[in-house]
Every structure is written in C-alpha cells, then in structure tokens.
C-alpha cells in the first residue's frame, strides 16, 4: 500500500550532519515530489524543501539554504534529507511528504512516521 | 517567507461549529487557490483534510470545510466531535517554488 516509512531517530553533536531516508512504495516514485517538513517540540510545521524524484531537481526553504540536500534514489524508491552544520535548534521531527499530484507544489496527501533527532553536546 | 497567521487556540462544545482563520498576503493565499489544511494529533503525522482551498480528499468527513476570502483561508468543522480535538495547520503556495505553514491551531472541545 501507499506509504513513507523514514528512518530511525538520531542524536547528533554540534556541528555535526544528518541524513535522513525516506522509503516509498505502492506507487510510481518518480510521479511526484516529496517534501521534508519539521516540527521543534512543542512547535509547529516548518516547511523545508522539495526533491524532484524524476529529474532529481530540489529547492529549498530560504532558512535552510546551504545547509540543507535533498536527494532521491529511483532505483529503491527512496529520497534523502541531509542537514549540516547542527546546532541545538536543529532539534525536531523531520517528516517526508509526497504531493497529491505530479504538480509537485500542491498539498501533501502521504506522510512518513517522522524521524526525531536530537542535537545535544 | 513569513508564516501564514492562525490563532493559537479555538475551542468548542460537542455539536456545535468552529472557524479557524489563516491569514496571509497577496503573494501567497491571496495569489493562489492552493491552500491546504492539515489535521494533526499528539504525536502523529499531519493528516491532509482540505487541498485546494476547497477540495476534502477521500475519507474526510464532510464536516470539514473550507474557504478563502482575499488573503484569508478559513476551515469549519461543524457538528463537533471529541476526535476533532487536535492541532490544525494551514499551508499556502507562496510562489517561486515555496510553500508556507501557519503557526498552527490547537482545538479543543469542551
């Protein structure tokens, strides 16, 4: 069935680098884009970028340029958040999303579980 | 890109009907017919309930809807429930590729 399923939860110093995954299936990954989207505890939803699965493009939030690679892999349907230079506000819940339609800036319909990651000395 | 303007908190008995407004600018809910709302509970992924200002996906209960006036979004969920208690988030389209999230709404039901 359709479905994001992320990876596990990480601890990170500061000034350290985060990837996190993305795993999609049930359906054609280079159809629509994915989206990562991040909740501080107690905070709201914060929108950080997309990635392009079919031509590999991204974009990404004006706060999170150059600090922040969306990437994606066709061939196991997965696409990639990498995050440098962490400090302590970097600490959250990341979640992918992929677009309701192949016009990839639309609402998202399938989120992953979410991956929390704590950026602590 | 600043956040879309929400209230921080709505609160309703059981039967009765909310609105929670979302407000933004001309460069992105007054632009576009591409808001979307956003159901979340404690400790759970965001459950997408309007797209496209106006659109319930499959599944949603036709209690919830939504509407936009100028550079206002608004969702209404009538007929209260207990399990409508939750955070609700507003997104727009704001151009150039970007989206933005309100600050988000926390429902209660009295």
């Known amino acids: 069935q359709l479905q994001l399923v992320q990876s596990g939860a990480e601890v990170r110093k500061p000034g350290a680098s985060v990837k996190v995954s993305c795993k999609t299936s049930?359906?054609?990954?280079?159809?629509?884009?994915i989206h990562w989207v991040r909740q501080a505890p107690g905070q709201g939803l914060e929108w950080m970028g997309w990635?392009?699965?079919?031509?590999?493009?991204?974009h990404y939030a004006q706060n999170f340029q150059g600090r922040v690679t969306m990437t994606s892999d066709a061939s196991i349907t997965t696409a990639y958040m990498e995050l440098s230079r962490l400090s302590s506000s970097d600490s959250a819940v990341y979640y992918c999303a992929r677009t309701l339609s192949a016009w990839g800036l639309n609402a998202f319909d399938i989120w992953g579980q979410g991956t929390m990651l704590t950026v602590s000395s | 890109q600043s956040a879309l303007t929400q209230p921080a908190s709505v609160s309703g008995s059981p039967g009765q009907s909310i609105t929670i407004s979302c407000t933004g600018t001309?460069?992105?809910?007054?632009?576009?017919?591409?808001v979307s709302w956003y159901q979340q509970h404690p400790g759970k992924a965001p459950r997408l309930m309007i797209y496209?200002?106006?659109k319930r996906p499959s599944g949603v209960s036709n209690r919830f809807s939504a509407s936009k006036s100028g550079n206002t979004a608004s969702l209404t969920i009538s007929g209260l429930q207990a399990e409508d208690e939750a955070d609700y988030y507003c997104?727009?389209?704001?151009?150039?590729?970007?989206?933005?999230f309100g600050g988000g709404t926390k429902l209660t039901v009295l």
């Open positions: 997104c727009s389209y704001a151009g150039s590729n970007t989206l933005v």
């Open positions: 990635v392009n699965p079919y031509s590999g493009g991204a």
């Open positions: 496209e200002v106006t």
């Open positions: 001309s460069s992105d809910i007054g632009n576009f017919n591409l």
């Open positions: 049930g359906y054609t990954f280079t159809g629509y884009y």
